[in-house]
């Protein structure tokens, strides 16, 4: 537009690039009208050049620009290919020709880039066993238009055998057709002779019973032996390219993380893992896991080694628990007991050790905190007190003869039945209780034995079975029989059966319903003839009631015949 003024005329036109205003060409004229219609086209056309050439300019900048960071990224990218020393390739489908680097060139064994480089070219260098494995996916990826990733041997210039690992990409053309497929291939050679290696020392170790599996560096299964087969239930084909982990549902005893850097810095890791197996039974393996690197000192795998110890486990449980039943049983047991170690001088036995004793020791003994100490420190003298002691013990120790005895120990004011055996040489067990108490029931018993022994009524005790049992030294007289005799002798067997059956068996009766029972009986003795007798019996109580009863019989044949005497005396009077 121009706009007129006094002294002077102005025309402003818009620079336009694609729409968009990028500035103004702004002229002016010192006299007034200056710009008719062909000046202002002339202008128009000027203005527009201007905005051609800014953007040309912007453009071959920008492409500049584009230029230097694809240069950048292609030199990062070099970079990378030569560390992991990978070389780039680019196959026209059509043609079969293909552009590469020398890297590539190189992994086949040639160190120029060669002239010409096809898909029949490659082929020749797979050998022969693996050909028809990469052209079968090279025309997969044609059909799908997909990827074409491969691992195979090939044979170099040199007639070397290498493993090679390829991946490539498809690229269409402008019309959407499948032109080219681009990637990388590397030797992984070393990689192939770890796993190789890896699977060849598992493959030795194929018909152990342990489970013997290799994990990559995803934990994904990649050998899996026989045993592994019989202990988890899984066959090869199931579990190869799954998670050991997920797999197993493994139940670890720290975490994860840990055993990790464990196993990072040693190289190795040994633990208990808890795994549950296909048919849902969980079951415990003692693990073992090797790393293993290839000659460059790249991780190619995990070998893991497992050991079923579930029954094991559960055995040792079975014995923790006994043990611990045991050890109950033995600190509850109701008699002492005590493992100790035999000490000798010149072959005689001269003291013992306390290794270990139970509650009841204590109980019986008084002694206390006596585990680790001599007998002769526990019980000062008692080597001269009861020499005898020493000498049994000392015996045991030496032959391995068990023997069996009672011992009054004046130290404690105590008498003990002790038990002992020798479990193996220099050492014995000690199985005692304390009899004092009964000790004074045996002297109670032998003092009442001499009194009954001393009386002139004939005394006897029978059972329920109607046998006697103890008798006294009248009775016995009477009788005329050894004492060795009427033990466990029937009643009936002693007197006349008619008087047992009529009176003797029914008092009985009574008496073992627990009543004092007195009658008088004549009875007849082989020797002596007819005797009057007084009787009574008294019930004696045991643990389940009156299981006993005391007889005590009185001859009163004297009395009896004086009182006949009386009696005719008395009726001649009157």
Same mark, same amino acid.
């Given at each position: 537009?121009?706009?007129?003024?006094?002294?002077?005329?102005?025309?402003?036109l818009?620079?336009?690039?694609?729409?968009?205003?990028?500035?103004?060409?702004?002229?002016?004229?010192?006299?007034?009208?200056?710009? +008719?219609?062909?000046?202002?086209?002339?202008l128009?056309?000027?203005?527009?050049?201007?905005?051609?050439?800014?953007?040309s300019?912007?453009t071959?900048?920008?492409? /500049?620009?584009?230029?230097?960071?694809l240069?950048?990224?292609?030199?990062?990218?070099?970079?990378?290919l030569?560390?992991?020393q990978?070389?780039? $390739?680019?196959?026209?489908?059509?043609?079969?020709?293909?552009?590469?680097?020398?890297?590539?060139?190189?992994?086949?064994?040639y160190?120029?880039?060669?002239?010409e =480089?096809?898909?029949?070219?490659?082929?020749?260098?797979?050998?022969?066993?693996?050909?028809?494995?990469?052209?079968?996916?090279?025309?997969?990826?044609?059909?799908?238009?997909?990827? =074409?990733?491969?691992?195979?041997?090939?044979?170099?210039r040199?007639?070397?055998?290498?493993?090679?690992?390829?991946?490539?990409?498809?690229? =269409?053309?402008a019309?959407?057709?499948?032109?080219?497929?681009?990637?990388?291939?590397?030797?992984?050679?070393?990689? /192939?002779?770890?796993? @190789?290696?890896i699977?060849?020392?598992?493959?030795?170790?194929?018909?152990?019973?342990?489970?013997?599996? %290799?994990?990559?560096a995803?934990?994904?299964?990649?050998?899996?032996?026989?045993?592994?087969?019989?202990?988890y239930? $899984?066959?090869?084909?199931? %579990?190869?390219?799954?998670?050991?982990?997920?797999?197993?549902?493994?139940?670890?005893?720290?975490?994860?993380?840990?055993?990790?850097?464990?196993?990072?810095?040693? +190289? %190795?890791?040994?633990?208990?893992?808890?795994?549950v197996?296909?048919? +849902?039974?969980?079951?415990?393996?003692?693990?073992? $896991?090797?790393?293993?690197?290839?000659?460059?000192?790249?991780f190619?795998g995990?070998?893991?080694?497992?050991?079923?110890?579930?029954?094991?486990k559960?055995?040792?449980?079975?014995?923790?628990?006994?043990?611990?039943h045991?050890?109950?049983?033995f600190?509850?047991?109701?008699?002492?007991?005590?493992?100790?170690?035999?000490?000798f @001088?010149?072959?005689?036995?001269?003291d013992?050790? &306390?290794?270990?004793?139970?509650?009841?020791?204590?109980t019986l003994?008084?002694?206390?905190? %006596?585990?680790?100490?001599?007998?002769?420190?526990?019980?000062?003298?008692?080597r001269?007190?009861?020499?005898e002691?020493?000498e049994?013990?000392?015996?045991?120790?030496?032959?391995?003869?068990?023997?069996?005895?009672?011992?009054?120990?004046s130290?404690?004011?105590? $008498?003990?039945?002790?038990?002992? &055996?020798?479990?193996?040489?220099?050492?014995f067990?000690?199985?005692?209780?304390?009899?004092?108490?009964r000790k004074?029931?045996?002297? /109670?018993?032998?003092e009442?034995?001499r009194?009954?022994?001393?009386?002139?009524e004939?005394i006897?005790v029978?059972?329920?079975?109607?046998? &006697?049992?103890?008798?006294?030294?009248?009775?016995?007289?009477?009788?005329?029989?050894?004492?060795?005799?009427?033990?466990?002798c029937l009643?009936?067997?002693v007197?006349?059966?008619?008087?047992?059956?009529?009176?003797v068996?029914?008092?009985?009766?009574?008496?073992?319903?627990?009543k004092?029972?007195?009658?008088e009986?004549?009875?007849?003795?082989p /020797?002596?003839?007819?005797?009057?007798?007084?009787?009574? &019996?008294?019930?004696?109580?045991?643990p389940?009631?009156?299981?006993?009863?005391?007889?005590?019989m009185?001859d009163?044949?004297?009395?009896?015949?004086?009182?006949?005497a009386?009696?005719?005396?008395?009726?001649?009077?009157?």
């Amino acid at each position: 537009h121009s706009f007129p003024t006094r002294r002077s005329s102005d025309l402003a036109l818009p620079i336009l690039v694609n729409g968009q205003v990028l500035g103004a060409l702004t002229i002016y004229a010192e006299k007034a009208d200056a710009f +008719g219609s062909e000046e202002e086209q002339l202008l128009t056309e000027l203005s527009n050049d201007l905005a051609y050439g800014i953007q040309s300019l912007r453009t071959i900048a920008e492409r /500049k620009r584009a230029e230097e960071a694809l240069l950048e990224s292609e030199a990062r990218l070099q970079f990378a290919l030569e560390t992991r020393q990978m070389g780039e $390739w680019d196959l026209d489908v059509v043609d079969r020709t293909a552009h590469r680097s020398l890297r590539h060139d190189r992994i086949f064994g040639y160190e120029t880039l060669l002239p010409e =480089w096809t898909y029949e070219k490659f082929i020749e260098h797979v050998v022969p066993e693996d050909r028809e494995l990469v052209d079968q996916k090279f025309r997969q990826a044609l059909e799908a238009q997909s990827e =074409w990733n491969f691992e195979c041997r090939i044979v170099r210039r040199d007639q070397a055998v290498r493993w090679i690992g390829a991946r490539g990409r498809p690229r =269409w053309d402008a019309n959407g057709k499948l032109r080219w497929l681009a990637g990388t291939v590397e030797d992984i050679t070393d990689r /192939k002779r770890a796993e @190789e290696g890896i699977q060849a020392q598992a493959a030795l170790l194929n018909s152990a019973h342990d489970a013997i599996l %290799v994990r990559n560096a995803t934990d994904e299964i990649t050998f899996w032996n026989d045993g592994a087969v019989r202990i988890y239930g $899984w066959a090869r084909e199931e %579990v190869v390219g799954e998670v050991t982990h997920d797999l197993l549902q493994t139940r670890f005893p720290k975490p994860l993380i840990e055993i990790r850097a464990e196993l990072a810095e040693h +190289g %190795v890791w040994e633990g208990e893992l808890t795994h549950v197996c296909k048919n +849902g039974k969980e079951i415990v393996v003692d693990s073992r $896991w090797v790393l293993h690197w290839d000659s460059t000192g790249r991780f190619t795998g995990t070998l893991e080694i497992n050991r079923d110890i579930t029954d094991r486990k559960q055995a040792e449980q079975v014995l923790r628990e006994s043990e611990e039943h045991f050890h109950s049983l033995f600190q509850n047991l109701p008699i002492g007991f005590a493992y100790c170690q035999m000490h000798f @001088e010149n072959d005689r036995p001269q003291d013992f050790t &306390y290794l270990e004793v139970n509650n009841t020791f204590e109980t019986l003994t008084g002694l206390k905190n %006596v585990a680790g100490k001599r007998v002769s420190e526990v019980i000062p003298g008692i080597r001269e007190s009861n020499p005898e002691i020493l000498e049994i013990f000392g015996k045991t120790v030496s032959t391995g003869v068990p023997e069996g005895f009672e011992t009054y120990v004046s130290a404690l004011k105590s $008498w003990y039945s002790i038990s002992l &055996y020798s479990p193996r040489r220099g050492y014995f067990v000690i199985l005692f209780d304390a009899i004092t108490e009964r000790k004074r029931a045996e002297e /109670k018993l032998r003092e009442y034995e001499r009194i009954l022994e001393g009386l002139e009524e004939m005394i006897v005790v029978v059972d329920r079975e109607y046998r &006697y049992g103890l008798a006294n030294r009248a009775f016995l007289a009477y009788r005329g029989i050894e004492s060795e005799r009427i033990a466990g002798c029937l009643i009936a067997d002693v007197l006349d059966r008619e008087v047992f059956e009529k009176v003797v068996k029914g008092k009985l009766d009574e008496c073992f319903q627990g009543k004092v029972v007195k009658f008088e009986l004549q009875i007849t003795y082989p /020797k002596i003839g007819e005797r009057d007798l007084s009787i009574s &019996y008294f019930p004696i109580a045991g643990p389940q009631g009156v299981d006993r009863a005391a007889c005590v019989m009185r001859d009163i044949t004297e009395r009896k015949r004086a009182e006949e005497a009386q009696r005719q005396l008395a009726a001649i009077v009157e």
